[in-house]
């Protein structure tokens, strides 16, 4: 994903995003392996985002994550967001691949539900003060990234459908707190991209900031974690 030669090393820790309503954080599995919680390397870039990747056998995966400073979409405050890129890199076949962002540690007093749109898979949690959505693309998205090959192998067309009728492959909601990318399987040397960001912003029905903000396509995303301000 990136050069490692200039990046400073860092801390290995589980890689989660601390929110006000409960913790994001990630699960993937390649096949039937699960990736452990703690990577193989980290490394902290000079504008304060980390790049962390697992070495397991047939594939590298990397994960950038930081928060980025995105102007909103109707001109309005800003809202806190960040973004976490995954990408699994294949040097033997991968038999399948499965990417879930799931928020824990919910208050008492808080509640989540999907709350997707056109392209967009996004679960959003909220109470009396706060709403937190965190999401990335939906199956008809995935399977128009497949098309285009240029974030997921082309090769994917065969099995990604384009809408959300297939049990097999897409996204899915195992909880009302979780999403589940169920992806096909990787050839050698294939890659697979995929953006999750999650924002927050104060509760207000006229303005869910949050939710609109997570509509974030990858490259804007990768632009800002890797040359923007990071909040960290």
């Not at 913790?23 to 096949?31: A, H, K, S």
């Not at 400073?69 to 699994?88: K, S």
Request: hydrophobic share 40%.
């Amino acid at each position: 994903m990136l050069p490692t030669d200039d990046l400073a090393p860092a801390d290995r820790r589980p890689a989660v995003i601390d929110t006000p309503l409960g913790i994001v954080g990630f699960d993937v599995t390649l096949g039937s392996e699960a990736l452990p919680a703690t990577p193989n390397a980290v490394w902290r870039l000079a504008n304060g985002s980390h790049l962390h990747r697992w070495q397991q056998r047939g594939a590298t995966v990397d994960l950038l994550l930081g928060g980025i400073d995105v102007p909103p979409w109707d001109g309005g405050a800003p809202v806190p967001m960040w973004a976490a890129i995954w990408q699994v890199r294949a040097t033997e076949t991968v038999p399948a691949l499965t990417i879930s962002a799931e928020v824990t540690d919910l208050p008492a007093d808080a509640y989540g539900s999907p709350d997707p749109a056109e392209c967009l898979a996004a679960i959003t949690i909220e109470n009396d003060h706060f709403m937190v959505s965190f999401g990335g693309p939906d199956t008809e998205l995935l399977a128009m990234q497949a098309a285009d090959g240029r974030l997921m192998p082309t090769t994917w067309t065969q099995h990604l459908p384009t809408d959300d009728t297939t049990p097999d492959y897409g996204v899915h909601y195992p909880t009302p707190h979780r999403i589940t990318w169920q992806l096909p399987a990787l050839a050698p040397q294939e890659a697979a991209r995929l953006c999750i960001p999650t924002a927050w912003s104060p509760r207000d029905d006229d303005r869910p900031a949050a939710w609109y903000a997570i509509d974030l396509p990858l490259d804007t995303a990768y632009h800002h974690l890797t040359t923007g301000q990071v909040d960290c």
